[in-house]
């Protein structure tokens, strides 16, 4: 039969986006892949989750294998409000809501603020993943200009202001403020001040995914200090996730945020997946107990760190005139600008024939900006990966010229 | 700060439901309940998963813990397709797309075929939580009558051709055909002809919901043979699930049908969860490799049908005048029909007094009724709190009398 006239709206407006067809291209296993997001696979706490099964009672294995309450094990909720509290974030009064990894808290919250036509404010470039969900509601996010510091303040005021004189209050801001993905950028502590301020002032919510704060390669946690620490008036919501801290593969994050907003993204949720995985729920509980963590991103941030410098270092050697980049000081990513005058999707079909693939810039702009953009993942590449795979992509951008 | 003002129409509409609310009061340790559909937590195949995590090599290792494409797992995706042939289904020609549980696969199709004020069939009563997703998307749900024999197929040609003066077609009808949740009603090998006929002449898409179908009492496979294993013109989308023939806790269920729509879904999940977990999936994959489904189902059928048989028994025992019951021949509900001036949220209340609880007929009846029928579950009860939960039951039935 014929479905066409059966889809709804939204069914017949999905499609593949561009850059998942691009990326398809680049399934050819000689090619170096810099594209995907994807945490280290060599190093995954594979013995320590071993260990945590095989280490269950009859209460744990039941918990692991049966439904789970829709507002997640209640083990597990207490271990990640005790692991945020460690990093200055003030739990008391807050609700903590486990997620199917982050990119379901961002849909939760979504669903719970935004009709068709709602505006966002987003980072200039921003999350692919989250721009997807804005679009997919209907809502429409307008994008910030960012520096090397993250977010402009003035920028921001200067927005919001703006929209205000068109009638348009922002549903909330969206910020990926350290170690940014794509850029690497790291928003200052003095600019995330700042940007709470002007929320504050403007009564502005805020949406504070951060999964990559841990993964520091310079300076320490003082460093990296959440929006959520500053929350005076209970304005952040803060989103984290497992992925970069234990495994993207048992898909959990989790809403941390005032009882009123987490409730209602349960009750979303409860229609849309009914519980996280409960397994995964069970083996993050007895992760954080038991201190892996610490031991894992411990162990990470120096094998981040290497394959970063090397990524900088080899760009410096092999790229030419006219190329510049972000210099991260954590994260998975590198942000490349090409000469004003080239094509990164261009560039991409030239370097798929010399072996290498990137992800293009335009999707991380919602202002149909970056086409002479690309994003760089060093974090799921061998060193010699990264040194080979930069020198092709070198080769493919002289070729452009 | 005040978070009403940012809610979106559909947040602001999200409350938490009567019967969630009920259940809360049953929350005492003290309660049998016969509430919850939830598969026996005894005999989960604990040992399977420990021994196929434990042979896992550093392929299957990374599969399980990094992230998976949105499609699913390779060989998940080929070892349901197998399974399921293997039940008389053709899966030539189909696509499969795991799902973060039976329950995402509900929410996927909606989103794919639903606008607000769409209409959609159900049977009279229907699943809880498929009610819940379609009144989410705004959809109409309309009921359609069942006697023993499951839905009555004047009944749905009278529907359709009543909605169709009304310039309304349905964008599908939902069935649970085989030990429905909640009546536990089969929809007879006849039957499942004629309904498919019906919505083959008025070109009327099926989502057939399937979890129970191997849990059989009485017979074999080919009474329980699924609507896809007649569909001769791609019209049935099968939802499969792993929570019945594995583990809920894993959040595994599948959606079997033509590629145009569940490449739609696909989609629609890539910005959703991004992908089901691949530990799960992993897992999923071997244990349906290694034959541990079918010594699963082997061995679950006497257990089931033993607690069953116990609970009709005990209710035959027990039950005033007046109080009558289905037969089911698997799964894992019976249904009580009460005196018809009998409340059962009234009766929960008084059932809580006397340490029982179950689930009210309401919440399952998309046109208001079914205020005298309830749902007893007989699944994760053990055989002394079946013959404790229904003479206590009768108790305060009696007491309302």
């Given at each position: 039969?014929?479905?066409?006239?059966?889809?709804?709206?939204?069914?017949?407006?999905?499609?593949?986006?561009?850059?998942?067809?691009?990326?398809?291209?680049?399934?050819?296993?000689?090619?170096?892949?810099?594209?995907?997001?994807?945490?280290?696979?060599e190093h995954f706490p594979f013995e320590e989750i071993r260990k945590i099964i095989d280490s269950w009672d009859g209460v744990k294995r039941t918990a692991a294998l049966q439904y789970g309450a829709t507002g997640g094990y209640g083990p597990l909720v207490e271990q990640i409000a005790e692991y945020v509290s460690a990093s200055g974030v003030q739990t008391h009064g807050q609700a903590?809501?486990?997620?199917?990894?982050?990119?379901?808290?961002?849909?939760?919250?979504?669903?719970?603020?935004?009709?068709?036509?709602?505006?966002?404010?987003?980072?200039?470039?921003?999350?692919?993943?989250?721009?997807?969900?804005?679009?997919?509601?209907?809502?429409?996010?307008?994008?910030?200009?960012?520096d090397d510091q993250g977010l402009v303040p003035g920028e921001l005021e200067e927005k919001i202001t703006g929209l205000r004189e068109q009638n348009r209050s922002p549903k909330f801001l969206y910020t990926n403020p350290t170690f940014q993905n794509p850029t690497g950028i790291t928003m200052s502590q003095s600019r995330r001040d700042e940007i709470y301020s002007l929320c504050s002032r403007y009564d502005v919510p805020i949406i504070e995914d951060d999964p990559y704060y841990e993964l520091y390669f310079e300076g320490g946690p003082e460093d990296y200090r959440s929006l959520k620490a500053r929350d005076k008036d209970d304005r952040v919501i803060r989103i984290g996730t497992f992925s970069k801290i234990l495994s993207p593969g048992l898909r959990l994050g989790w809403i941390l945020g005032p009882p009123d907003v987490v409730s209602r993204c349960e009750l979303a949720k409860q229609s849309e997946d009914a519980c996280s995985s409960s397994f995964s729920q069970v083996v993050a509980a007895d992760y954080l107990a038991a201190g892996y963590v610490n031991q894992y991103t411990?162990?990470?941030?120096?094998?981040?760190?290497?394959?970063?410098?090397?990524?900088?270092?080899?760009?410096?050697?092999?790229?030419?005139?006219g190329v510049s980049w972000s210099h991260p000081a954590g994260g998975f990513f590198t942000w490349l600008t090409l000469p004003g005058h080239m094509d990164s999707e261009k560039l991409l079909l030239e370097s798929i024939k010399h072996k290498v693939a990137f992800v293009t810039g335009s999707p991380f702009h919602v202002d149909g900006g970056g086409r002479n953009k690309l994003r760089l993942?060093?974090?799921?590449?061998?060193?010699?990966?990264?040194?080979?795979?930069?020198?092709?992509?070198?080769?493919?951008?002289?070729?452009?010229?």
């Open positions: 039969m014929e479905f066409d006239k059966f889809f709804s709206a939204a069914g017949s407006r999905l499609k593949s986006s561009k850059i998942r067809e691009l990326m398809k291209l680049a399934g050819d296993p000689e090619i170096i892949s810099m594209g995907g997001g994807l945490p280290d696979a903590i809501l486990p997620t199917t990894g982050a990119q379901q808290a961002i849909q939760l919250l979504t669903r719970v603020f935004c009709d068709p036509g709602d505006t966002v404010l987003v980072e200039l470039p921003t999350f692919i993943g989250a721009v997807a969900v804005f679009i997919g509601y209907g809502a429409d996010p307008v994008g910030l200009l960012m411990a162990k990470m941030r120096p094998i981040y760190s290497s394959k970063c410098r090397l990524m900088l270092d080899c760009l410096q050697k092999e790229m030419p005139e993942a060093f974090s799921n590449s061998s060193l010699e990966q990264i040194e080979e795979g930069v020198k092709r992509l070198a080769g493919a951008v002289r070729s452009m010229l």
